[in-house]
T-cell receptor, first 113, second 115 residues
Framework: KQEVTQIPAALSVPEGENLVLNCSFTDSAIYNLQWFRQDPGKGLTSLLLIQSSQREQTSGRLNASLDKSSGRSTLYIAASQPGDSATYLCAPSRGGGYQKVTFGIGTKLQVIP | KAGVTQTPRYLIKTRGQQVTLSCSPISGHRSVSWYQQTPGQGLQFLFEYFSETQRNKGNFPGRFSGRQFSNSRSEMNVSTLELGDSALYLC??????????????FGDGTRLSIL
């Protein structure tokens, strides 16, 4: 059974700071890993998708890396802004078994102006 | 391009009733997945439909069922509602099946409250 852990659970940083969110998973037999953000009362917004054969993906100020062998992924946010405040979730997707996609509980980020 | 649309946004039911939730995927997307989100358990995978076939199912009781129509719209049904079914139910669509190279796109969810 896949288990996903996200550290830290909550993070508060001043605007402009660079930060790293961590995601670890127990089953390395994954096809891909997706990072999302969720604003209160809303659905999830897709940020980045990394295939199992890739090491990293970049989109604007966001960079996600994947080390499948060690079961880790990180999301790097450069020059954080108040609009980045949200809960960030990672979700590895595997090829078989009944637990197709497993989400972490998330990291709640607050960027202080 | 319209995003994933879930209806209704809010729903209040009583124990023992049944409920049907609807999800319209992004145009052209053939995969629809359903998730349950609660404060205690986080997001849990319910099932995925691709081209009208259920491809995978999470660890939920048989009271939770779904289907997908030929236009890729999907419905989820929960029968004999229990208090513990109170949650935000999220639907996600993608071009290809889960585990491929296409990202999932989520709707804003249906918040179900059981009294």
């Amino acid at each position: 059974k896949q288990e996903v852990t996200q550290i830290p659970a909550a993070l508060s940083v001043p605007e402009g700071e660079n930060l790293v969110l961590n995601c670890s998973f127990t089953d390395s037999a994954i096809y891909n890993l997706q990072w999302f953000r969720q604003d209160p009362g809303k659905g999830l917004t897709s940020l980045l998708l990394i295939q199992s054969s890739q090491r990293e993906q970049t989109s604007g100020r966001l960079n996600a890396s994947l080390d499948k062998s060690s079961g880790r992924s990180t999301l790097y946010i450069a020059a954080s802004q108040p609009g980045d405040s949200a809960t960030y979730l990672c979700a590895p997707s595997r090829g078989g078994g009944y637990q197709k996609v497993t989400f972490g509980i998330g990291t709640k980020l607050q960027v202080i102006p | 391009k319209a995003g994933v649309t879930q209806t209704p946004r809010y729903l209040i039911k009583t124990r023992g009733q049944q409920v049907t939730l609807s999800c319209s995927p992004i145009s052209g997307h053939r995969s629809v997945s359903w998730y349950q989100q609660t404060p205690g358990q986080g997001l849990q995978f319910l099932f995925e439909y691709f081209s009208e076939t259920q491809r995978n199912k999470g660890n939920f009781p048989g009271r939770f069922s779904g289907r997908q129509f030929s236009n890729s719209r999907s419905e989820m049904n929960v029968s004999t509602l229990e208090l513990g079914d109170s949650a935000l139910y999220l639907c996600a669509s993608s071009l290809g099946p889960l585990g491929g190279d296409q990202p999932q796109h989520f709707g804003d969810g249906t918040r179900l409250s059981i009294l």
